[in-house]
């Protein structure tokens, strides 16, 4: 089979290793992939928001089986113009991936159909938005209503941080026309949780937990990035929160999406807080989480491709889908100075013994030598019999992997750890 993967990050690296374990996969090419995933698969420089050019590369090619990856295609419909070619893919629709690509739609699809997450408001006017935090409880979550690269979300500690978000967004345009509504909403405490979900709009296997780690600094300090580590299974996923999740929350939204006339097929990402009070959705993203991807996949037994397609097919009810019960870290390293400035450019070293188990996110290829290309640069994930095992594994490949300006945080897993010591 001709398989091919559009998006060019370490989650995308990790689910091509991942498919590249079925026997029935011959070639599978990445758009546009990048210098770590050239090594598993032949990366094409077609942009991942290139619909056209993707449909035309598939159709030319012989592709016998799309994934979608990231957000930005899904909400343009890539999944849509490849169907409409008669190409199977997995990833939802545009319709569907509206969840992820409007927060005003999948606030307002919480409330219709009663599915628990915080308290908000929704503004389309800056003067309004900024009468409202005048009487609003602080801290308070300010979020641009699209798509913002993971960085349209403020949680602002006073009003005055409040406001200024709010003029960032509406006024000074700094996520674009995702600024143009905003969402103001209660703050919520407690554990966080990911939980990534197959579903082909009937049936929901959720993966195994996971707990990301967004701050750039250790002990959650600093500014938020698109992630800086991630441990599986996560502590505070009991299975009574699981039992509570499946019937309050997952399969009430896929029931909300079908109501809505917006069958989701594909991966459905549950960004989830466990409040005093229960399990609270605090977002929802239309795809695998990136670094999440890196420690769920690595624990999965069964056959992605095989898993996939049954999500495409609708068959999902009919197919296994297991994960082994060890435990997985991923540690991200980074360019210092993300997720600000950085400079990049400077040669990786990766011992061979270490290649399966990195996936790399920004790097690019010249010369049979890679280079950082990017602010997270790659992660290392190892897979043990126990989480400190996990933990103390992936530092000690981290230690083995050379380039210039590498950061990382040193306190991946220690939160999750105290958790199970509690």
């Known amino acids: 089979m001709n398989i091919l993967v559009v998006g060019g990050g370490g989650r995308e690296h990790s689910i091509i290793?991942?498919?590249?374990?079925?026997?029935?996969?011959?070639?599978?090419?990445?758009?546009?992939?990048?210098?770590?995933?050239?090594?598993?698969?032949?990366?094409?420089?077609?942009?991942a928001v290139d619909i056209p050019g993707i449909v035309d590369f598939a159709i030319n090619n012989s592709i016998d089986f799309a994934v979608v990856a990231p957000d930005?295609?899904?909400v343009l419909g890539c999944v849509d113009a490849l169907e409409e070619k008669g190409i199977p893919c997995f990833g939802p629709n545009k319709k569907a991936a509206i969840i992820e690509g409007s927060k005003v739609f999948s606030k307002n699809l919480m409330k219709k159909y009663g599915i628990p997450t915080a308290e908000y408001e929704v503004f389309d006017d800056m003067e309004k938005a900024l009468k409202y935090l005048e009487s609003a409880p602080v801290p308070?979550?300010?979020?641009?209503?699209?798509?913002?690269?993971g960085k349209g979300v403020i949680i602002a500690q006073t009003r005055d941080e409040a406001r200024n978000a709010v003029i960032e967004m509406m006024q000074n345009k700094k996520f674009g026309k995702s600024g143009e509504?905003?969402?103001?909403?209660?703050?919520?405490?407690?554990?966080?949780v990911s939980v990534l979900a197959f579903t082909d709009g009937n049936t929901v296997v959720p993966m195994v937990s996971s707990m990301d780690h967004k701050r750039a600094g250790?002990?959650?300090?600093?500014?938020n990035t698109?992630?800086?580590g991630t441990v599986a299974p996560n502590p505070y996923y009991t299975k009574d929160v699981a039992e509570t999740c499946m019937k309050e929350i997952f399969i009430p939204t896929i029931n909300a999406m079908n109501s809505e006339g917006r069958t989701f097929k594909g991966c459905l990402y549950f960004g989830l807080m466990i409040t005093?009070?229960?399990p609270r959705v605090i977002e929802y993203n239309c795809r695998f989480g990136d670094p999440e991807t890196q420690v769920v996949l690595p624990l999965m037994e069964s056959d992605l491709l095989t898993v996939m397609m049954a999500v495409s097919k609708g068959t999902l009810a009919d197919t296994e889908v297991r994960f082994s019960d060890k435990y997985a870290c991923c540690v991200i390293m980074a360019s210092k100075g993300y997720p600000l400035a950085y400079e990049k450019g400077f040669e990786i070293s990766i011992p061979e013994e270490l290649y399966d188990r990195v996936f790399v996110a920004g790097a690019k290829e010249k010369d049979g030598k890679i280079y950082t290309n990017g602010g997270r640069v790659l992660g290392v994930t190892s897979v043990?019999?126990?989480?400190?095992?996990?933990?103390?594994?992936?530092?000690?490949?981290?230690?083995?992997?050379?380039?210039?300006?590498?950061?990382?945080?040193?306190?991946?897993?220690s939160r999750a750890l105290q958790a199970r010591e509690d």
């Open 72 to 74: 930005d295609p899904l």
């Open 140 to 149: 308070t979550v300010i979020k641009a209503d699209g798509l913002a690269l």
């Open 17 to 47: 290793k991942k498919l590249k374990e079925n026997k029935d996969v011959t070639t599978i090419y990445a758009l546009p992939g990048n210098g770590g995933i050239a090594r598993d698969a032949q990366c094409v420089p077609i942009s």
């Open 181 to 192: 509504n905003i969402v103001i909403e209660e703050f919520l405490t407690g554990p966080e």
């Open 276 to 278: 005093k009070d229960g």
């Open 226 to 228: 698109g992630g800086m």
């Open 218 to 223: 250790n002990g959650d300090t600093g500014l």
């Open 384 to 413: 043990c019999d126990s989480l400190k095992e996990a933990v103390n594994e992936s530092y000690k490949a981290v230690n083995k992997i050379k380039f210039d300006n590498a950061y990382y945080r040193t306190d991946i897993g």
